[in-house]
């Protein structure tokens, strides 16, 4: 019978990368670190379980121009140790910041691409110091030459806290997807639940993410408590199938010279002005009861009203992307014939709208 001791080490043939199963919040810190610099690619798969965040965090300092990959939900399968991924539920691999640290810091250099998913981010607490307390969840920065792509994807996002990018704060790499991920009751002191920058690269895709009820914290009156997004240079963002509601002082703020695009968002309040803007409208989510549960109730008019690319691949950014394979809770991420709006598919069908009629937009 195997058994795990501390770090499983597995190659993986010919593609040199090196396996991580996490079990714990000592081999979590251990993986990191040697995926930092072991000169190969890298996935790091943490088992279903409660972690407890470190003293300063869970850090990656990542100089190689290597792929890395962290994931969550595994659990053993066959006497392996993290031999199965049950879904890419978010729900059941908790990293917690106790209140007093931020989660994990990743810094990247060079090239070399990085995946999040599946993951639970919550307690998070980092403030004091206006330039490193950005990202209570999760913070991902870079040399000025970094060029690979991050995606963070199907992770939930709850009760974190910071100056800046109380949840998450990405503002490197070529591109930046952000795709079916949860962002709820997250407090900044002075601004926004995450925040991306893009400047002079390809730019940054928001997709299918939900984005509800994050709040200022302290007194007097705040920035945008949803979605900032600085688009700068040749850079271009599109946001799409997002539910952007019920967040404090405005749910999406758009700043920069770069070409924006929102289609298909259910948003409350805007500040700035998108190059593009279509389908988009305003309407309570209706979701259905329970804690953590942000799945569009019979009737929503989330339900079906999402967008999707053209089927056949072009290189055109506002055609290059994917809604995902599944959801915030790992199921089919299209149900029912269409994409819904928000991070979680419904499995209702959409009977309002089958005539053809649509919400009003905005």
Not at 91 to 112: C, K, M, P, S, Y
Request: a negative charge.
């Amino acid at each position: 019978m195997q058994t795990l001791l501390g770090v499983l080490l597995i190659l993986t043939g010919p593609a040199f990368a090196e396996t991580f199963c996490v079990q714990s919040s000592q081999d979590l810190s251990a993986a990191l670190i040697a995926a930092g610099n072991n000169g190969e690619a890298d996935d790091i798969k943490i088992a279903q379980g409660f972690y407890s965040v470190p003293t300063g965090g869970f850090l990656l300092t990542h100089a190689e121009d290597f792929d890395v990959s962290i994931s969550g939900n595994w659990i053993e399968l066959i006497d392996i140790p993290c031999g199965i991924q049950l879904s890419e539920n978010a729900f059941n691999t908790v990293l917690d910041g106790g209140g007093t640290e931020q989660i994990l810091r990743i810094t990247l250099n060079n090239f070399g691409d990085i995946r999040i998913s599946a993951l639970f981010f919550t307690n998070a607490f980092i403030t004091d110091d206006v330039i490193a307390a950005r990202g209570g969840g999760l913070r991902i920065f870079s040399s000025p030459n970094y060029a690979g792509h991050v995606l963070i994807e199907n992770n939930a996002f709850v009760n974190n806290t910071a100056d800046f990018g109380a949840a998450l704060s990405v503002g490197i790499g070529d591109l930046i997807t952000i795709r079916n991920n949860l962002f709820t009751q997250n407090k900044s002191f002075q601004c926004c639940s995450l925040e991306l920058l893009s400047e002079d690269a390809e730019g940054i895709y928001v997709i299918n993410n939900t984005v509800y009820q994050n709040t200022h914290q302290g007194s007097g009156s705040g920035a945008t408590e949803g979605l900032w997004i600085a688009v700068l240079g040749t850079s271009q963002a599109l946001v799409a199938n997002n539910i952007l509601w019920g967040n404090d002082f405005a749910d999406l703020e758009l700043i920069g010279d770069g070409v924006t695009s929102l289609k298909n968002n259910n948003i409350g309040d805007v500040v700035g002005t998108a190059s593009l803007s279509a389908k988009n409208f305003s309407v309570d989510p209706d979701f259905e009861p329970g804690v953590l549960n942000f799945t569009p109730a019979e009737g929503s008019l989330m339900i079906n009203a999402g967008i999707e690319p053209l089927s056949f691949p072009i290189p055109v950014f506002g055609e290059n992307w994917s809604v995902g394979a599944a959801d915030l809770e790992g199921d089919t991420r299209v149900q029912k014939g269409r994409v819904d709006i928000g991070a979680v598919e419904s499995a209702w069908l959409d009977i309002i709208f089958m005539d053809g009629a649509e919400p009003q937009q905005n």
